[in-house]
């Protein structure tokens, strides 16, 4: 019985993981950006581009304090405020 | 009744406070005599200059009526003596060209900072480059880079002359529509007016071949008016350059119904940080 229990408490964390919301999974994601992927970007973030060209499309919401940022062309990384 | 009296003090008061509070926009009306006033006819029979008005003492009293609070800045006055008195202020300079006033611009702001410029020049230019009004947009650039605020300018596509030819004046509006719609494009915190075509100006609206009478200023004002009631979110049309030099963003494009801002931007050497 005390099997069954464990198994069904491990799935139902195993489940919760991988339902995770991916706004909030990006808005702390650090690292390289894909393209067709929105990153959510607080104060203080930034993006370094890793090649010669780099264009990003932002949409930034009036009154908000976030933006959000799109990879379009070349490649860049994101870095997180710590 | 003491008590009564005591009420509505406060209440005078309160409402005072709350005036004072209220966003007041700064404008600087800013050109040349299409702004100050001036006629050919001056230099012969001179009038005083508390009585010219141009377009400006009709906007005033336009915005007055909407509940617009505004405050005309400028280092001139003119118009001062009519009846109802206006906001007399301003940055009308009779026979000066785009290039005049470029050479100017950034001076008058730190003197007398403005939220807003209506900026209507080019007439004195006789020419159809825009290469003056170009100057005139990249001063007020600095300025604001320099002082960290940020500068609506509402730009005309100028009035034509009565009775001669325009050819010259509507080739300098189509090059200055191309000038201003790029810099919009970039994040420039521009808006383009159709002065020329929308104040609906006929030969009966002019006082002389280059001036406008009362009602062909009248006519102006309300082209100035209605953009001034437009929505316009402020912030959205800084935040572009608030994050990233301007020689990098592209296709800037505000939805002032939804509220947002989209733009390019090719990532600098330094990066972005927002």
Redesign the interface.
């Known amino acids: 019985m005390n099997k069954i229990l464990i198994s069904l408490i491990f799935s139902i964390m195993l489940i919760g993981c991988g339902s995770s919301g991916e706004s909030s999974s990006y808005s702390s994601y650090s690292g390289p950006m894909d393209t067709a992927t929105a990153y959510t ?9 890793g090649s010669e ?11 908000a304090n976030i ?1 959000t940022v799109e990879l ?1 062309e ?1 490649s ?1 990384t994101i ?1 997180r405020q710590p | 009744m003491y008590r009564y009296t005591i009420t509505k003090i406060f209440t005078g008061l309160s409402l005072v406070f709350s005036l004072l509070n209220a966003d007041i926009t700064k404008i600087m009306p800013l050109g040349d005599s299409i702004t100050y006033d001036d006629l050919r006819s001056d230099s012969l029979n001179f009038r005083p200059a508390g009585i010219r008005t141009a377009y400006r003492s009709h906007l005033w009293y336009m915005l007055q009526d909407a509940n617009f609070p505004a405050d005309f800045v400028g280092s001139q006055v003119a118009g001062q003596d009519i009846s109802p008195p206006f906001d007399a202020n301003n940055e009308g300079h009779p026979g000066w060209t785009s290039y005049d006033i470029s050479e100017t611009v950034y001076q008058f702001l730190a003197d007398n900072h403005a939220d807003t410029i209506l900026l209507h020049i080019g007439t004195n230019d006789r020419s159809s480059s825009v290469s003056g009004v170009n100057s005139i947009l990249n001063e007020i650039d600095r300025y604001e880079r320099d002082t960290g605020t940020h500068v609506r300018v509402i730009i005309a596509l100028i009035i034509g002359r009565s009775s001669v030819g325009n050819a010259t004046i509507e080739s300098f509006n189509a090059n200055l529509s191309n000038l201003v719609n790029h810099r919009i494009n970039t994040g420039d915190m521009l808006t383009l007016v159709d002065m020329y075509h929308n104040a609906g100006l006929t030969a009966e609206d002019y006082a002389e071949t280059t001036h406008p009478n009362s009602e062909g200023y009248a006519k102006m004002a309300t082209v100035w008016f209605n953009t001034l009631m437009l929505p316009y979110s402020r912030e959205l049309h800084a935040y572009p350059s608030s994050i990233v030099s301007t020689e990098y963003i592209q296709g800037t494009v505000v939805d002032e119904a939804a509220k947002s801002v989209s733009f390019l931007a090719q990532v600098p050497d330094t990066g972005i940080t927002f």
């Open positions: 970007m607080s104060p203080g973030d930034s993006i370094v581009k060209t780099t264009i990003v499309r932002i949409t930034h919401d009036e009154g933006s379009v070349g860049a870095l």
